[in-house]
């Protein structure tokens, strides 16, 4: 016999499948777990049959219906990963067209500064900023040695340009008493 068994193993192995693929006979007192069933209780006692009652478990049918459920709810949830990635992705493309559009302006910007500096006035004016003026202009610069101008000196920003020269009080008594002198 195959898998080890003995021939009377294998009979007896054999009679038992043979006997659980035929139906039982109808006055067989058995179950399908080949125990005794219970007597029936008679028709006017006051407790239920518990025997009678169906057993509460799961069909083909129910385990077929939470496979599908189960199936359908993964199957929902990879498209939301799906459509919250591509919601993603808008997003990050929205943020590159706006970054781009920063971008454009800022090679504007260096594009018209290219143009400004390349003008002959400006590099006139740079070059003056240098010391090399035209071939009339002398150039002219304070010695790295020289004193510092003192706070008052004409062009400081202590006096402006066109504004009055401070007086003292004896000058302005003075002009009070004898009028200005020019």
């Known amino acids: 016999m195959p898998f080890g068994l003995t021939r009377s193993e294998g009979v007896a192995t054999l009679g038992r499948m043979v006997r659980s693929l035929l139906p039982p006979p109808a006055d067989d007192p058995l179950d399908d777990d080949g125990e005794a069933l219970p007597e029936p209780s008679p028709p006017g006692s006051a407790e239920p049959d518990l025997a009678t009652l169906p057993i509460a478990g799961l069909s083909q049918r129910k385990v077929a219906t939470m496979l ?40 504007a910007a260096l594009d018209r500064e290219l143009a400004r500096i390349q003008q002959p006035r400006f590099v006139l004016l740079q070059a003056r900023a240098h010391g090399l003026g035209g071939h009339n202009e002398v150039a002219f610069t304070l010695d790295p040695d020289a004193p510092p101008l003192p706070a008052d000196a004409p062009g400081s920003d202590a006096v402006r340009v066109g504004a009055p020269a401070p007086v003292n009080p004896l000058d302005r008594w003075l002009t009070l008493l004898f009028g200005s002198g020019g």
């Open 68 to 107: 599908g459920a189960l199936v359908a709810v993964w199957i929902v949830i990879l498209f939301a990963r799906q459509v919250g990635d591509a919601s993603a992705a808008s997003a990050r493309a929205e943020a590159m067209i706006a970054d781009n559009a920063v971008r454009k302006a800022q090679v």
